[in-house]
């Protein structure tokens, strides 16, 4: 399960940010303990221990080059600064309480039928959202810039978690949900998963029932889509 920025040290989490900062983010970057030490206020030898445990914690990917460390953010490094922004975002910024979106299906790669049927994610949709998803998910690519950048905000907010977990065979990466009418019609949940076969533009859908043949739709056809963002607007849905 991957940590909260909760969960860390405050001085840790701050050595974080500052790689952040520099650009570790997007590439390996190249700074010694000491010259990282005097942007932090701290010693070297404080430094030298905040990469270890860094690194231990799986947050960051080191390796040595002469006297200089190089370093990169990995993507639980990543994902503890993305929740971290999400938080002071909604504490700063006034969340919507839902968008709408407009996107065209189109036929997927198939996966999405398979990880909807794996019982530790389908129980903890059945627990969070309310039912019991049909094994599919249906595939809406958007096209404007505006709402693609919807689509990525998205991904600072909250929503409903869904936890990662680990079997016999290997690890299940954790996701969220955001609770989401179709066409006015039907009602089911946009999965973000930390990993996706898709790009930006892509929402995956679930529900209780078979979406396209519910809604007669094919590949091509628009669909509208009104998300609910805020906890508010979501626990309100619920009720």
């Known amino acids: 399960m991957t940590l909260s920025f909760r969960e860390i ?15 570790a983010k997007s590439k390996p970057i190249e700074i010694s303990t000491s010259e990282l030490g005097k ?30 460390t190089v370093i990169k953010l990995t993507e639980n490094g990543i ?24 996107g065209t299906v189109f036929s997927g790669l198939g996966e999405g039928s398979y990880y909807v049927t794996i019982e530790g994610y389908r129980k903890q949709f059945i627990k969070k959202l309310g039912f019991d998803p049909y094994p599919g998910t249906l595939n809406v690519r958007l096209a404007s810039i505006m709402e ?19 079997d016999e065979y290997r690890t ?35 529900a209780p029932v078979n979406l396209r043949a519910k809604l007669n ?12 963002i805020s906890e508010k607007s979501i626990n309100s849905k619920s009720d």
């Open 217 to 228: 739709l094919r590949d091509g056809d628009k669909v509208r889509l009104k998300v609910y």
């Open 9 to 23: 040290k405050p001085s840790i989490l701050s050595t974080l940010l500052e790689l952040l900062c520099l650009g």
């Open 39 to 68: 942007r932090l206020g701290k010693s070297q030898q404080s430094m030298s221990k905040h990469i270890i445990e860094l690194e231990k914690l799986g947050l960051i990917d080191v390796t040595y080059r002469r006297r200089r």
């Open 79 to 102: 994902s503890i600064l993305l929740s971290l922004y999400s938080t002071l975002r909604e504490v700063f910024e006034e969340v919507p309480n839902i968008i709408e979106l407009t």
């Open 148 to 166: 693609k950048r919807q689509r990525k905000a998205l991904e600072y907010y909250s929503g409903i978690s869904i936890e990662g977990f680990n």
């Open 172 to 206: 299940y990466g954790g996701a969220k949900c955001f609770p989401v009418i179709i066409n006015d019609t039907v009602e089911g949940a946009i999965v973000l998963t930390k990993r996706s076969l898709y790009d930006e533009s892509v929402l995956e859908i679930i």
